[in-house]
């Protein structure tokens, strides 16, 4: 039975002839982990053996999916073990270091799941508020999203976090009163349309909020990451806010036909002034005039139709986008 007519399954009659939905057992659903590894040797069985006793313990049905994006130290083999102990869980190992986004779509793609919870490796989201997500899941959102009581991260990660939720509210809409982050629970239903969308660049949040009709946040805690640091530098930061820009908005091109189209028209007035001048003030460069006004007109008028062709390619690639943005090299797991 599909979630949604499962919901409506549930609806209790009153005497007024409304209808008053009863809030779904958990435990009628099952639940897929999509848990992105990189670098996480020293902490990402700990976070296993937590998710595993989490879900068992609250009587959940399961399946945790491990992506190993491309890790350089020994991540593969403690989850691929892991795969191999225990059958609720799935190990990926994918051909090369994709990015987070890339190894959550490779998850999603293996996850059965009616949800699909998202979650860091590092213990960061402690697995136990999983079971926030999927309490406040069963009202009916289409996504709920873990708003951090505090983050514990340095002060870059914040200003970054701050930089593409405005981001998201210009590009994806996001709701000026909605908190979104990493760790969130997505109904069957939106996590179909995200793995059949056709992009170069996934985008997990924003594409959620593309998505979706209906999403909210709960407040869930935040942990310091016990081993390590944080594998998301000011670098990594920098190139998801350009590839979210870049890949779902067509604002910098359009910014740049506006700088365009206005050095145009500044060349044509400056055109016009020494065209002008040339009658009242004699010049000793003869045809000098002349080559001013014809450089600065051309030159606007190529700047803005480079700015247009811009706009007319952009939209091409992202249509003939090329649907493979990761590879599976190893598959370990029922």
Not at 97 to 103: E, I, L, R, S
Not at 124 to 150: C, S, Y
Not at 230 to 245: E, F, K, M
């Amino acid at each position: 039975m599909a979630i949604e007519d499962l919901w409506r399954s549930r609806h209790v009659e009153q005497p007024s002839g409304l209808t008053e939905p009863a809030t779904p057992d958990p435990k009628s659903f099952t639940y897929s982990l999509v848990v992105p590894v990189f670098n996480s040797e020293g902490v990402v069985g700990s976070t296993v053996d937590r998710i595993v006793e989490v879900f068992e313990g609250a009587g959940l049905r399961y399946q945790l999916v491990l992506v190993n994006d491309g890790s350089r130290d020994r991540s593969w083999e403690v989850i691929a073990a892991k795969a191999r102990a225990n059958p609720h869980v799935v190990a990926l190992n994918l051909l090369q270091n994709y990015g987070q986004h890339q190894a959550n779509l490779a998850g999603f793609r293996e996850a059965t799941g009616d949800f699909v919870i998202t979650l860091d490796d590092d213990m960061q989201n402690p697995p136990d508020q999983a079971l926030v997500l999927i309490d406040e899941a069963m009202k009916g959102w289409d996504v709920v999203f873990g708003r951090f009581e505090r983050k514990q991260a340095a002060g870059y990660r914040r200003l970054g976090t701050q930089a593409i939720s405005m981001i998201n509210r210009r590009v994806f809409g996001q709701p000026p009163e909605l908190t979104v982050s990493n760790f969130r629970i997505l109904r069957r239903g939106v996590v179909d349309r995200i793995c059949a969308s056709r992009t170069a660049h996934p985008y997990i949040t924003g594409q959620a909020l593309m998505y979706s009709s209906s999403r909210t946040d709960v407040l869930v805690r935040h942990e310091p990451r016990p081993v390590g640091s944080s594998n998301y530098s000011l670098a990594r930061i920098l190139r998801l806010v350009l590839t979210i820009l870049f890949s779902y908005s067509s604002w910098p091109l359009r910014a740049a036909a506006l700088t365009g189209f206005g050095i145009a028209f500044l060349s044509f007035l400056l055109g016009v002034f020494y065209l002008v001048r040339s009658f009242f003030v004699d010049t000793n460069v003869e045809g000098w005039t002349t080559i001013i006004v014809l450089l600065a007109m051309f030159n606007g008028i190529i700047i803005a139709l480079l700015s247009m062709l811009g706009e007319y390619v952009v939209r091409t690639l992202n249509a003939v986008s090329a649907q493979d943005v990761y590879h599976v090299r190893e598959r370990v797991g029922a």
